[in-house]
């Protein structure tokens, strides 16, 4: 049965251009937005590393596997003075997120690169990106970002088994390269954020390797991820920070994920997740020092594909370079 479903999966992926969502899935994006909104870019004061893998539905022959990396980091950001001792002298050391620090105008850039695999199909995207952050008021800032890159279709013919080949598999047809063009916008203060992102957004009838007498005709769909979330601090240890992302890919359904994460003393975190039509997800992580993260997350899939899997398991590891201010714990949600 797990055979079959394989199969199935693989030809209805293939079918992706006509109605499938055409970017990977993620549990763990509210602790790295970056891979879905440009706009995050350059945010915290330190340059953010995430390197992340997802063996979706374990079990069932062809399911995806998503690897990532990516790294951005601010530029020409002022630094922050904190008052001690009350005597006006002045300290540039950050401070985590329980007390407030104004933010200042400042660019920031970035890369990131993914890697999805589902049977013999493959997709590679490398982006480079870049965001501008400007304080609105005293205790808000908007940041606007974009990004551009190369993004790749193929397939790995010698591990497909067709009974009638099709020509255009065997064919360049689906080995093709796209420009991949997002833009975003990430509004922002210690208390809450709202975001909204465009990816694939350029849709043109040639891609990179098209001539006039064969070309592809709109394959990529238009992604758009929206999403708000809101801190509240139970207690002088405890914040809760509860979250909703909507993403809308026409013709595809249109998915809502509603999150809810606890932190404890910066260190530990703990979250759930439902997502429409699709899975529970349950997270846990630690921020293990001012260096380094680790986060893990397994998803139980609710949908009628769950008969032929055991579930998915996601593990994000994050560095925090060049992070002079010792910050343990983010200081925006991101």
């Not at 630690?286 to 594909?305: A, E, F, G, K, Q």
Request: proline content about 4%; glycine content about 8%.
């Amino acid at each position: 049965m797990r055979k079959y479903l394989g199969i199935i999966l693989v030809f209805l992926l293939l079918g992706a251009p006509v109605w499938g969502q055409q970017r990977p899935q993620y549990s763990q994006y509210m602790i790295n937005s970056y891979l879905l909104n440009p706009a995050i870019t350059g945010m915290e004061d330190y340059t953010d590393v995430k390197i992340g893998t997802r063996q979706q539905w374990i079990g069932l022959e062809g399911a995806p596997k998503t690897y990532h990396i990516s790294a951005h980091t601010p530029l020409n950001k002022a630094p922050k003075t904190v008052r001690s001792g009350g005597k006006g002298i002045t300290s540039t050391r950050s401070v985590n997120q329980n007390r407030f620090v104004r933010a200042y105008a400042h660019h920031g850039v970035g890369i990131q690169v993914i890697s999805d695999r589902t049977g013999p199909l493959r997709r590679t995207n490398a982006n480079l990106t870049y965001a501008y952050h400007l304080p609105i008021t005293r205790t808000i800032t908007m940041s606007l970002g974009a990004s551009a890159g190369i993004l790749r279709n193929s397939i790995n013919a010698s591990e497909a088994t067709f009974t009638n080949p099709d020509p255009t598999i065997s064919s360049d047809y689906v080995n093709r390269n796209y420009f991949d063009v997002g833009l975003g916008t990430w509004i922002y203060a210690q208390n809450f954020f709202v975001g909204f992102s465009g990816a694939q957004l350029i849709r043109t009838n040639r891609d990179l390797n098209s001539s006039e007498e064969n070309f592809t005709n709109n394959v990529l769909q238009k992604h758009f991820i929206g999403t708000v979330g809101y801190k509240f601090d139970v207690s002088r240890e405890v914040t809760l920070i509860p979250s909703v992302l909507a993403k809308l890919n026409s013709p595809s359904p249109t998915t809502v994920d509603y999150n809810l994460r606890a932190v404890y003393a910066d260190r530990i975190w703990a979250g759930v997740s439902y997502r429409s039509q699709d899975a529970f997800a349950f997270m846990t992580g630690v921020n293990i020092s001012y260096i380094m993260d680790v986060s893990y997350s397994y998803d139980y899939n609710t949908s009628p594909l769950s008969v032929g899997n055991s579930g998915t398991h996601e593990v994000v590891l994050g560095l925090k370079l060049f992070n002079k201010g010792k910050v343990i714990c983010p200081r925006w949600m991101h």
